[in-house]
Nanobody, 121 residues
Framework: QVQLVESGGGLVQAGGSLRLSCAAS????????MSWYRQAAGKQRELVAV???????NYADSVKGRFTISRDNAKNTVTLQMISLKLEDTAVYYC???????????????WGQGTQITVSS
């Protein structure tokens, strides 16, 4: 089995910063892309940022210039550094990894449990 454990959420004032981390563990053999999604109350889950195995990144327009995604392939971790947080960044943030489990032939998408970020005025 593959587990994703997120950390770093919480309450922050508008304009502040937070750092989210996600560690993949278990029987994961290889990781392709690693992503962060978020889901605000009453809204659909949306992609925030993605980083490929080669280090290429892509961001939602709403977070460009404020969020930075990075990964440590040796530790199977992905991090989301967030600055200049806005009220509209309030959401549950989910880590997602596309990985190959040991003994499997196909890549699958795995999800973390989610961590709440609340930005207050």
């Amino acid at each position: 089995q593959v587990q994703l454990v997120e950390s770093g959420g919480g309450l922050v004032q508008a304009g502040g910063s937070l750092r989210l981390s996600c560690a993949a563990s278990g029987s994961i053999f290889s990781i392709d892309s690693m992503s962060w999604y978020r889901q605000a109350a009453g809204k659909q889950r949306e992609l925030v940022a993605v980083i490929t195995s080669g280090g290429n990144t892509n961001y939602a327009d709403s977070v460009k210039g404020r969020f930075t995604i990075s990964r440590d392939n040796a530790k199977n971790t992905v991090t989301l550094q967030m600055i200049s947080l806005k009220l509209e960044d309030t959401a549950v943030y989910y880590c997602s990894v596309r990985g190959l489990e040991s003994g499997s032939r196909y890549y699958k998408t795995y999800w973390g449990q989610g961590t709440q970020i609340t930005v207050s005025s």
